[in-house]
């Protein structure tokens, strides 16, 4: 079934309905590539895992050997761990701006509060 499905032209294809836009549309389309390339380096740091994993335990590996590995609770782990830490660094501005828009505006209780005495 998915054999037959032409993935290229598939992940070209448009979504139905409007993009949503969170940034000013250059910033957003930046953003997209970005986050595309991030993906694609964490699926060959995956990759290379295995083939670093394999060649320790049988010393040459084979596209097929590759292809069928299948990581231990512990390698899962492991790999877990790399991708949060990955994805913490490529996202660590994001996540400082995000902390300063936070520290800015006053708790939602205070701004109620506010609001109900004038």
Do not use: C, H
């Not at 953003?31 to 010393?59: H, P, Y």
């Not at 660094?89 to 701004?111: T, W, Y």
């Amino acid at each position: 079934m998915t054999e037959d499905l032409d993935w290229i032209s598939r992940s070209g294809m448009k979504a139905k309905g409007k993009r949503p836009q969170f940034l000013d549309p250059e910033d957003d389309r930046i953003l997209s590539i970005l986050m595309a390339l991030a993906g694609e380096v964490s699926v060959m740091r995956e990759r290379l895992d295995t083939i670093e994993r394999l060649l320790d335990a049988q010393g040459t590996i084979s596209r097929s050997d590759i292809e069928t590995y299948a990581p231990d609770m512990e390698a899962g782990r492991e790999r877990n761990l790399l991708i949060k830490e990955y994805l913490a660094r490529i996202m660590r501005g994001v996540q400082q701006d995000m902390q300063s828009l936070a520290e800015l505006e006053p708790p939602i209780e205070d701004v109620i509060k506010e609001m109900e005495a004038s």
